[in-house]
């Protein structure tokens, strides 16, 4: 049996269908793998948007596998990714380098730590989550920004509005009909 390729037109990535051990690739090239190395690091589009600027579906659009990005989009998402150029780009059979597995490893471990020190139930269970968050900035002092994961929906700073607060619902415009 032959493999037949299938690129569905909307998805995000570009999966063949493997029959006996054979694989093809679609189509359409691979520019980069900027999708895979924030979803390695633990990080949602809202986030990557408030560090860059850019709305989430300009974003959705740009770390789309084959969408072929100008040099200073590639560096907006190199400098909110904090990782190199070079492994944003994609090198056909090469993972990415261990370096940077190894740093989204230890967010996505530090985030856990917060998480958990957030909700400890005990004072034992609190000491040692700090102990733990203390000894994993010890090894990478970067991981001292690193909040938990978002129990209920996405997390901003104090200092940012809410949904409402940006688009505030105004009375006058309600126009209630007597019963």
Do not use: Y
């Not at 690739?25 to 589009?45: F, N, Y």
């Amino acid at each position: 049996m032959a493999t037949i390729p299938v690129c569905a037109q909307s998805a995000i990535d570009c999966v063949p269908t493997v029959r006996e051990a054979k694989k093809e690739t679609c189509d359409t090239p691979l520019l980069h793998r900027i999708a895979e190395v924030r979803r390695q690091q633990g990080l949602s589009l809202k986030s990557i948007s408030q560090r860059t600027g850019v709305e989430v579906r300009i974003l959705q659009r740009q770390e789309l596998p084959d969408s072929n990005l100008s040099l200073i989009d590639l560096i907006r998402w190199q400098k909110a990714l904090e990782v190199p150029v070079e492994n944003l780009l994609v090198d056909h059979d090469s993972e990415l380098s261990a370096p940077i597995r190894s740093r989204a490893s230890m967010i996505k471990v530090m985030k856990t730590v917060v998480a958990l020190t957030e909700v400890a139930s005990s004072p034992r269970v609190s000491r040692l989550t700090t102990m733990l968050r203390e000894q994993l900035i010890e090894i990478m002092p970067e991981l001292a920004e690193i909040g938990g994961w978002p129990n209920f929906g996405s997390r901003r700073q104090p200092d940012q509005l809410g949904r409402i607060g940006e688009n505030p619902i105004i009375l006058d415009d309600l126009r209630l009909e007597p019963n």
